[in-house]
């Protein structure tokens, strides 16, 4: 099993910034992929961004040139950079991990999300 810890959320005024991490801990595991999504109140759940084991990346329209995602692989930990925040932007951010763990000869990937982060923007 894989935890997946959020931090960073909180209220900034439109044009702020704010700078999400997410770790990830347990045993036994590799990670894959990481990314970000958020959900608003009466949307859909949105992949915004995302980062594989070798670094590629890539972004939503709406988030390409302001948001940023990179990941610390030595930590487990993945950050995601949000600058000129808007209005629009107010949502729980959730982070995701496509995990590898094997057992002897035997592997298999699952998907763990945490818990979410509140990020509100006000105009």
């Known amino acids: 099993q894989v935890q997946l810890v959020e931090s960073g959320g909180g209220l900034v005024q439109a044009g702020g910034s704010l700078r999400l991490s997410c770790a990830a801990s347990g045993s036994d595991f590799r990670i894959n992929a990481m990314g970000w999504y958020r959900q608003a109140p009466g949307k859909q759940r949105e992949l915004l961004t995302a980062?594989?084991?070798?670094?590629?990346?890539n972004y939503a329209d709406s988030v390409k040139g302001r948001f940023t995602i990179n990941r610390d692989n030595a930590k487990n930990t993945v950050y995601l950079q949000m600058n000129s925040l808007k209005p629009e932007d107010t949502a729980v951010y959730l982070c995701?991990?496509?995990?590898?763990?094997?057992?002897?000869?035997?592997?298999?990937?699952?998907?763990?999300w945490g818990q979410g982060t509140r990020v509100t923007v006000s105009s």
């Open positions: 980062i594989t084991s070798g670094g590629s990346t």
């Open positions: 995701n991990a496509n995990v590898r763990h094997c057992t002897g000869i035997y592997c298999y990937s699952n998907d763990y």
